[in-house]
C-alpha cells in the first residue's frame, strides 16, 4: 500500500473514529454534518490543487515550486525533481548536440545533410560556400533545385555513391573544382561531402607541365647530340670535321648539364624550408666575383660600370645571394648587344639596401614581363639559347629572393634596356665596419 492510500485510509479512520465519539457524546445528526463538512472541506482543497497542477503542467515555470502541505506538497516535490533530472539531461544532448555541430563546423570539407527526399536537413558553412547555399533560407528545399548542374543531378540519382564527382566552374567566381561524394545512411538519408581541390589541381597540372617541358628541353639537345654521334658513325669524317663535329657535341652535352644542374638548384631550393639564417654576407667579396664574371662574360663587348656601396650587406645565405644576383648581371649582359652599357649598383634606399641592374639592351616587352621567372619562359628562345640559357635563372632568382623576403622589380622598354631592381628588407639590410686603417 502505497502512501496515498496510507493517508486516506488514515484519514477516514480517524473521521469515522470522530463521528463515532459524536454520537456517543451528542447525536448521530451532529456526527454527519461534521463528518459531510470535513469530506466538502477535503474534495474542496483536492480540487483546488488539481487545479493548481493543471495550471503549472500547462505553462510550467522551471526552478518554481509550489508549497502545499502534506501530500500535495510531496507530489509538487517530487515532480519539481523530475523537471530537475530532464532539464539536466535536455542540456547535456544539447550540448553533445552543439559540440557536434561545432566539430562539423570546424571541418575543412563541406557537409551537407539531405533527408529521405534529398532536401537539405543541414549543411555547415564550407558546404554554403562550396555549393553557394544558405543555410538557414535553403532549409527543407531540394538539393537538385539549388545545385542545378546536370553532372551533379545525374550522380544524386544514379545512387551509384562509390565514385566521387569532380564539379568544375563551382563557387561565386565559377573558378574552383570540387571533388563530392555522398554517402547513404540512416533511413534513406544522405551525407555530401565536398572538397575544394582547386589548388590541388592546379599544382598537379604545374607539375605535369614541367615534366613536359623538362622532357622537351632535354630532348632538343639529347636529339641533336645523337644526329651528330650516328653521322660521325656512318660517314668519313676528315679530321677538321670531326674536331668540329665534336665540339657541337660538347656544345649540347654542355646544355644539358646546365639545365639538369639548374634543376637541381631549383629542387634543393624548393625542398628548403629553413629559414636563410642571419649570417652577415660578405658583400665586397660577392660584388667583386660579380665584377669579374661580368668582364669575363662580356670580354670588353660592353661597357660595364660598378656603383657600390662597399660598407653596405645583408644578412642569408651568401652562395644563394650570389647566384641569384649573378643571374640578373649576367642576362644584362647576354640580352644586350656588343656596344651597350651595363650600369650595376648598391646601394642603401630608406634603410633598406638595393641591388639594382641597368642595361641598354633589348627589352622585354610588357606583356612577359610578369611571366619572367616562370621556369622556362623565355622571351626570346633562340637567343637564350644560343648565349647558353636554360630558362630557369630567373625562377632561381625569384625563389632566393624569396627566401630572403626581397623583393623582384622589373622595367624595361623593347629597344631601350632593362632595369632589374631586388630591394632586400630593412631587417636584412646591415653595415660592415669599416676595417681599422
Ligand atoms: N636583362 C634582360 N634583357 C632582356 N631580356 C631579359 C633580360 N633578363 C632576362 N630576360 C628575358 O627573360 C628570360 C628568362 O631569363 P632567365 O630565367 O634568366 O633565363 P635564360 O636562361 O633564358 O637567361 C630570358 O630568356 C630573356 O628572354
Ligand atoms: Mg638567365
Redesign the pocket.
Same mark, same amino acid.
Given at each position: 500500500m502505497n502512501v496515498i492510500w496510507a493517508r486516506s485510509v488514515v484519514s477516514l479512520v480517524l473521521l469515522a473514529l470522530v463521528c463515532a465519539a459524536l454520537t456517543a457524546f451528542t447525536n448521530l445528526k451532529i456526527a454527519l454534518i461534521v463528518a459531510v463538512i470535513v469530506l466538502l472541506a477535503q474534495s474542496a482543497f483536492s480540487t483546488f490543487h488539481k487545479q493548481r497542477l493543471w495550471r503549472l503542467l500547462d505553462a510550467p515555470v522551471y526552478g518554481e515550486v509550489p508549497s502545499a502541505p502534506g501530500v500535495w506538497g510531496e507530489i509538487y516535490y517530487r515532480l519539481h525533481k523530475l523537471a530537475k533530472r530532464w532539464h539536466a539531461q535536455v542540456r547535456q544532448v544539447e550540448q553533445q548536440h552543439s559540440r557536434f555541430i561545432q566539430a562539423i563546423q570546424a571541418s575543412p570539407n563541406g557537409v551537407a545533410m539531405l533527408d529521405d527526399h534529398d532536401q537539405i536537413e543541414w549543411c555547415n558553412s564550407i558546404s554554403e560556400v562550396h555549393f553557394g547555399l544558405d543555410a538557414k533560407r535553403d532549409l527543407r528545399q531540394h538539393i537538385t533545385h539549388l545545385v542545378r548542374q546536370p553532372d551533379f543531378v545525374k550522380y544524386l540519382n544514379s545512387h551509384q555513391y562509390d565514385e566521387m564527382l569532380i564539379m568544375r566552374r563551382m563557387g561565386e567566381k565559377r573558378q574552383n573544382v570540387l571533388s563530392v561524394q555522398v554517402f547513404p545512411y540512416g533511413e534513406n538519408r544522405k551525407l555530401v561531402l565536398s572538397q575544394d581541390i582547386t589548388e590541388l589541381e592546379r599544382t598537379d597540372a604545374m607539375r605535369r607541365d614541367f615534366v613536359a617541358n623538362v622532357s622537351h628541353e632535354l630532348k632538343t639537345p639529347l636529339t641533336v647530340l645523337s644526329g651528330f654521334l650516328e653521322t660521325m658513325r656512318e660517314l668519313p669524317l676528315s679530321d677538321e670535321e670531326r674536331a668540329r663535329y665534336l665540339e657541337l657535341m660538347d656544345q649540347q652535352s654542355t646544355r644539358m648539364r646546365h639545365i639538369v644542374s639548374d634543376l637541381l638548384v631549383l629542387a634543393t631550393l624548393e625542398g628548403d624550408n629553413k629559414h636563410p639564417g642571419d649570417q652577415m654576407i660578405d658583400m665586397r667579396a660577392v660584388l667583386s666575383h660579380l665584377e669579374d664574371d661580368a668582364d669575363n662574360l662580356s670580354s670588353d663587348h660592353h661597357r660595364i660600370t660598378f656603383d657600390c656601396d662597399e660598407g653596405l650587406t645583408v644578412t642569408g645565405v651568401e652562395t644563394e645571394i650570389m647566384s641569384a644576383l649573378g643571374?640578373?648581371v649576367?642576362? *644584362?649582359i647576354?640580352?644586350?648587344p656588343d656596344g651597350g652599357t651595363i650600369r650595376v649598383s648598391w646601394k642603401a634606399e630608406r634603410g633598406s639596401a638595393v641591388f639594382a641592374?641597368t642595361?641598354s639592351?633589348?627589352?622585354?616587352p610588357a606583356a612577359?614581363i610578369p611571366r619572367?621567372?616562370e621556369r622556362f619562359?623565355?622571351?626570346?628562345?633562340s637567343?637564350?639559347r644560343d648565349?647558353?640559357?636554360?630558362?630557369?635563372?630567373? *625562377?632561381?632568382?625569384k625563389h632566393v629572393l624569396q627566401r630572403h623576403e626581397a623583393q623582384l622589380e622589373v622595367k624595361?622598354e623593347e629597344g631601350r634596356?632593362?632595369t632589374?631592381t631586388v630591394r632586400f628588407p630593412m631587417s636584412r639590410t646591415a653595415r660592415r665596419m669599416p676595417a681599422p686603417v
Open positions: 643571374n640578373l649576367t642576362n *644584362a647576354r640580352y644586350t641592374v642595361d639592351g633589348l627589352g622585354i612577359d619572367l621567372t619562359y623565355r622571351v626570346d628562345r637567343r637564350s648565349t647558353g640559357g636554360t630558362g630557369l635563372g630567373l *625562377a632561381i632568382v624595361s634596356g632593362s632589374f
